[in-house]
């Protein structure tokens, strides 16, 4: 819930100073303060010093109960409800286009199932990439985050549809048996170094996009929600300790996996079973590492038709994220916008007795805490 504090001053004839304080309490693992100032007059004209980056809908019924002058202002706040200026790193980056078509662009969502600012379209030196942002370097980042502090073009979220959060990286690169559930639901033992795969990254869709059945060549479709990693600078051979200056994010990320061609075919290679027409359904966002207090301690869920069938915790990982990054850096160059699928805790289908399937029709959500959900039907 939000404990709202109101401190009154300064009242007198022209008008009067209101100060709120935010604390989202919330999520037991992290705490989001922000604040903001509005001075109003006494024809009731608001201007708006700092935004609120949150404030839900009892907040806003709070307020409106308070001064119905304060209510038109709240509201105001509320639909362009910008991120606090110190609180401007913590961003959720997605990719968008209006729900009547049109250019891709590049926004910032304000909160989880939140309004979008329209970065890219605010400042035209800004890609409408997140992979070309990414490579772009640390002066588009502090462009991104004075639009943000600023709340400009604001996007409802219902006059948008949600893209892929990043497209056409470098790499997709992915880790099996990572989770230690994960070894023991099939009764293998735990590895003693990361085994990688890897995904083509033409398969990546949106969050809640169709994934296809391909009827004519599986019959054994599998799911599995994994977080994934997002890079943000280049490296080589990265030191252990200095890994995660090289992360930009976190998103959501669904392996969908023919089973029957991951181990019955292609010479026992997984790449075939794991990279068929939109297999990679990710998002809603990729949310910044500071945003994230600790990402080995976020609870993982995926459910089919509205039946849960996962639920794990990254501290359950074998290898850590520092050690996948510093460990896959040895091998090859870590680019921006590379992203890679950390792996996926115990409830798959194949491993239940009998084993379950997908079937066109079906309905995956996929969710992280403090992350997003995806939604995706098999069709």
């Given at each position: 819930?939000?404990?709202?504090?109101?401190?009154?001053?300064?009242?007198?004839?022209?008008?009067?100073?209101?100060?709120?304080?935010?604390?989202?309490?919330?999520?037991?693992?992290?705490?989001?303060?922000?604040?903001?100032?509005?001075?109003?007059?006494?024809?009731?004209?608001?201007?708006?010093?700092?935004?609120?980056?949150?404030?839900?809908?009892?907040?806003?019924?709070?307020?409106?109960?308070?001064?119905?002058?304060?209510?038109?202002?709240?509201?105001?706040?509320?639909?362009?409800?910008?991120?606090?200026?110190?609180?401007?790193?913590?961003?959720?980056?997605?990719?968008?286009?209006?729900?009547?078509?049109?250019?891709?662009?590049?926004?910032?969502?304000?909160?989880?199932?939140?309004?979008?600012?329209?970065?890219?379209?605010?400042?035209?030196?800004?890609?409408?990439?997140?992979?070309?942002?990414?490579?772009?370097?640390?002066?588009?980042?502090?462009?991104?985050?004075?639009?943000?502090?600023?709340?400009?073009?604001?996007?409802?979220?219902?006059?948008?549809?949600?893209?892929?959060?990043?497209?056409?990286?470098?790499?997709?690169?992915?880790?099996?048996?990572?989770?230690?559930?994960?070894?023991?639901?099939?009764?293998?033992?735990?590895?003693?170094?990361?085994?990688?795969?890897?995904?083509?990254?033409?398969?990546?869709?949106?969050?809640?996009?169709?994934?296809?059945?391909?009827?004519?060549?599986?019959?054994?479709?599998?799911?599995?929600?994994?977080?994934?990693?997002?890079?943000?600078?280049?490296?080589?051979?990265?030191?252990?300790?200095?890994?995660?200056?090289?992360?930009?994010?976190?998103?959501?990320?669904?392996?969908?996996?023919?089973?029957?061609?991951?181990?019955?075919?292609?010479?026992?290679?997984?790449?075939?079973?794991?990279?068929?027409?939109?297999?990679?359904?990710?998002?809603?966002?990729?949310?910044?590492?500071?945003?994230?207090?600790?990402?080995?301690?976020?609870?993982?869920?995926?459910?089919?038709?509205?039946?849960?069938?996962?639920?794990?915790?990254?501290?359950?990982?074998?290898?850590?994220?520092?050690?996948?990054?510093?460990?896959?850096?040895n091998f090859v160059t870590l680019l921006p916008g590379d992203v890679i699928l950390t792996g996926t805790p115990s409830g798959v289908g194949v491993f239940r007795k009998p084993p379950q399937y997908l079937k066109p029709g079906d309905v995956v959500e996929s969710e992280i805490e403090g992350i997003g959900r995806l939604r995706n039907t098999i069709v």
């Amino acid at each position: 819930m939000y404990v709202i504090f109101l401190n009154w001053k300064h009242l007198r004839k022209s008008g009067f100073h209101c100060y709120l304080s935010i604390c989202h309490l919330e999520n037991m693992l992290s705490l989001h303060t922000c604040s903001a100032l509005t001075k109003i007059n006494s024809a009731g004209a608001c201007t708006v010093r700092r935004n609120l980056s949150r404030l839900s809908a009892a907040g806003r019924k709070l307020l409106k109960s308070s001064n119905n002058k304060l209510a038109l202002s709240a509201d105001k706040v509320c639909s362009s409800a910008s991120f606090h200026s110190s609180a401007a790193s913590n961003m959720r980056f997605v990719q968008f286009q209006s729900v009547n078509g049109g250019p891709q662009r590049l926004g910032v969502q304000l909160s989880q199932d939140g309004d979008i600012i329209d970065v890219s379209g605010v400042n035209s030196s800004i890609p409408n990439s997140l992979v070309k942002f990414l490579q772009a370097g640390p002066a588009h980042h502090e462009k991104a985050k004075r639009i943000v502090a600023q709340g400009q073009s604001v996007v409802s979220l219902s006059e948008v549809k949600l893209l892929p959060p990043i497209t056409r990286p470098d790499k997709v690169v992915c880790v099996g048996l990572n989770y230690r559930d994960h070894c023991e639901e099939q009764n293998k033992p735990v590895p003693t170094e990361p085994v990688f795969f890897s995904k083509f990254s033409s398969v990546i869709v949106g969050p809640n996009d169709d994934v296809k059945y391909p009827k004519d060549i599986t019959k054994c479709l599998d799911w599995e929600v994994e977080l994934a990693v997002v890079i943000g600078t280049k490296g080589k051979n990265i030191r252990q300790g200095n890994s995660m200056d090289h992360v930009f994010g976190f998103t959501v990320a669904q392996d969908i996996t023919a089973r029957d061609w991951q181990k019955g075919h292609n010479g026992g290679q997984w790449l075939l079973g794991k990279s068929m027409d939109t297999f990679c359904p990710m998002g809603p966002c990729v949310i910044t590492k500071e945003a994230i207090p600790d990402p080995h301690d976020l609870v993982l869920r995926s459910w089919v038709n509205g039946e849960q069938k996962q639920q794990g915790n990254s501290s359950n990982l074998v290898f850590k994220i520092d050690f996948l990054v510093s460990y896959l850096s040895n091998f090859v160059t870590l680019l921006p916008g590379d992203v890679i699928l950390t792996g996926t805790p115990s409830g798959v289908g194949v491993f239940r007795k009998p084993p379950q399937y997908l079937k066109p029709g079906d309905v995956v959500e996929s969710e992280i805490e403090g992350i997003g959900r995806l939604r995706n039907t098999i069709v």
